[in-house]
């Protein structure tokens, strides 16, 4: 079965930035929607971004402005340049998509493993 392999997170002081990368573990048929979700400790999993395969985006109130999500089609990979980085945003970081993995495959739900993102002086 096919995997979501996040990679970028890390340790920053506020103010800064980090990218994070988000791709299947190999080939797959098509992606439709990608999205950014976080956790926080205590904290229900919440929405950060979402972005389709045409490009429109969705963002949370707290993100806008500061983070930005992308997409490579023809790498199948997502992105999210997160700048101006707050101590709120400290969360484990989640990658989901919805995916056809063959042909014909139905559509599927796919999460990450998960990438933490803590933002500290």
């Known amino acids: 079965q096919v995997q979501l392999v996040e990679s970028g997170g890390g340790l920053m002081q506020p103010g800064g930035s980090l990218r994070l990368s988000c791709a299947p573990s190999?080939?797959?048929?098509?992606?439709?929607?990608m999205g950014w979700y976080r956790q926080a400790p205590g904290k229900q999993r919440e929405l950060v971004a979402t972005?389709?395969?045409?490009?429109?985006?969705n963002y949370a109130d707290s993100v806008k402005g500061r983070f930005t999500i992308s997409r490579d089609n023809a790498k199948n990979t997502m992105y999210l340049q997160m700048n101006s980085l707050q101590a709120e945003d400290t969360a484990v970081y989640y990658c989901?998509?919805?995916?056809?993995?063959?042909?014909?495959?139905?559509?599927?739900?796919?999460w990450g493993q998960g990438t933490q993102v803590t933002v500290s002086s």
């Open positions: 989901n998509a919805n995916l056809r993995e063959r042909f014909n495959s139905p559509w599927r739900n796919y």
């Open positions: 190999r080939m797959i048929f098509s992606i439709n929607v």
């Open positions: 972005i389709v395969s045409g490009g429109s985006t």
